[in-house]
């Protein structure tokens, strides 16, 4: 009985693989959480009668558009803009927006498969979507990126709407893009809805805790594991890669709670820094002036710069949270951390560990925090900037924030419960994976053949 359903979730895996050839992220993100699911069509086969896991692979609607836009010096660009609709059993469509030259199908889609059992561990009414286009901001002035912005939402606002599909940010989309991609949407439809977009100034609609909420909610997440294993942040030390929103207020929230954070990367190499990360220069360097890593050495000469942004996991911790990018995190990363006595690896990104790494992890006793579940704090927020927008009201930091502490708690125990009841007890990856995917199971189940 447990061989022919690892053999039939195997199965439907290869049709997947075959079906959508050449997507190797998409594979992978897929793979894991079927992986993981078998162990719950042996306890409810009816999953596996309804044809759950074909429909839940496939994406509801998948649009690929033309996004021309002309340069400062009067040149036309053709970028290649995408949103991938997965799954709306839960609510709207929900996810995020990345601009980065590597963006293509199999990214977006990974991503947009992630978000959905993600989106359903928030325990907030939202499906599963992502988007974004093959443009590099980098190097590229202020009215490039709007120009870029407006025409790439010229053709997405036909497929968007508050009860339809929301955006927001991912990498290369923060506050700034979300305001021009807003702009252009209200003045398409000569409508002021509110609720299209989340990640939106808080003087025009936007959610307090909004821009910290993923860092601060990957750091509460971490707690919750620290302290089911006795233990808490104050004297541990911390390695954040990455230098976004995600890995800046995951610093913070880090240093508030009385860890310390000694190195951080960008695309360019990793700064260690023995004394800790001086956030205040850091949120200078990289947010502010939107400059590279080593010029916070400049600012902090203790500070020591290294080209390879890899080898940030070479840096003794007891804490790493890979907040950079998917696949950041391999094998000999995981390795070497282990073998420098790391206790909890937490994903700020979307997937950044290889399926290898996670093996590594695991196997090591090392308390493993799945980005569907450790990251979720962002898309959190976003239901409650939603739930702001469709009460006309918008409440105060401190209130949000615990908003926020709360949902990551609820996440933890959920992860814990669910693990425990399929006979994994501690294992967050399979609490992770199976009660996002039941609760999405579930809602499939009761809306029919769709
Ligand atoms: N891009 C973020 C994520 O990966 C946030 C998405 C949102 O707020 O809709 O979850």
């Given at each position: 009985m447990d061989q022919y359903f690892d053999e039939r979730v195997e199965s439907i895996f290869q049709t997947i693989r075959k079906r959508n050839a050449g997507e190797p992220e998409f594979h992978q993100a897929v793979r894991e959480l079927l992986e993981s699911v078998a162990v719950v069509l042996k306890r409810h086969p009816h999953y596996d009668q309804q044809g759950l896991l074909q429909r839940l692979c496939e994406p509801e609607r998948q649009i690929i558009f033309r996004v021309p836009w002309i340069d400062d010096e009067g040149n036309i660009h053709v970028n290649r803009g995408f949103r991938v609709q997965y799954n709306s059993v839960l609510g709207p469509y929900k996810g995020g927006l990345r601009f980065h030259p590597s963006v293509n199908l199999s990214i977006i889609k990974f991503l947009a498969f992630e978000q959905i059992f993600k989106n359903a561990l928030t325990g907030m009414p939202i499906g599963g979507a992502k988007g974004g286009a093959d443009f590099d901001p980098k190097g590229r002035s202020d009215t490039e990126i709007m120009r870029f912005c407006q025409s790439f939402m010229t053709e997405l606002h036909n497929y968007i709407g508050q009860y339809t599909d929301v955006p927001a940010g991912d990498i290369g989309v923060g506050g700034r893009e979300i305001g021009w991609l807003f702009g252009q949407y209200k003045r398409m439809r000569?409508?002021?809805?509110?609720?299209?977009?989340?990640?939106?100034g808080t003087s025009w609609g936007g959610s307090q805790v909004r821009t910290e909420a993923t860092g601060y909610g990957l750091v509460y997440f971490t707690q919750e594991i620290l302290k089911h294993r006795g233990l808490d942040f104050d004297g541990q030390t911390a390695v954040v890669s990455g230098a976004g929103n995600v890995a800046i207020y995951s610093v913070e929230k880090i240093q508030q709670l009385g860890g310390e954070v000694v190195a951080m990367s960008d695309s360019t190499g990793f700064v260690y820094d023995p004394e800790g990360i001086d956030l205040a220069a850091m949120l200078e360097v990289?947010?502010?002036?939107?400059?590279?890593?080593?010029d916070y050495c400049a600012l902090v000469p203790r500070a020591e710069f290294h080209e390879q942004r890899h080898r940030i996991w070479t840096v003794p911790c007891d804490v790493a949270l890979?907040?950079?990018?998917?696949?950041?995190?391999?094998e000999v990363a995981a390795e070497t951390l282990v073998k420098n006595g790391v206790k909890v690896v937490a994903e700020?990104?979307?997937?950044?560990?290889t399926p290898e790494a996670i093996r590594v992890f695991r196997a090591a006793g090392v308390a493993f925090g799945p980005g569907k579940a450790a990251n979720a704090g962002g898309v959190a927020t976003s239901a409650l900037e939603m739930q702001q927008n469709a009460s006309r009201d918008s409440w105060t930091f401190e209130y949000t924030e615990e908003r926020l502490a709360t949902i990551m708690k609820r996440i933890h125990q959920r992860c814990i419960g669910t693990a425990a009841e399929y006979g994994?007890?501690?294992d967050y990856l399979m609490g992770a994976n199976i009660a996002g995917f039941r609760k999405v199971a579930d809602a499939m189940l009761a809306l029919g053949i769709i």
């Open positions: 000569n409508s002021y809805e509110s609720g299209v977009l989340t990640g939106k990289k947010l502010e002036r939107r400059g590279r890593i080593v890979p907040c950079a990018t998917q696949n950041e995190l391999d700020g990104a979307n997937m950044p560990c994994y007890a501690g």
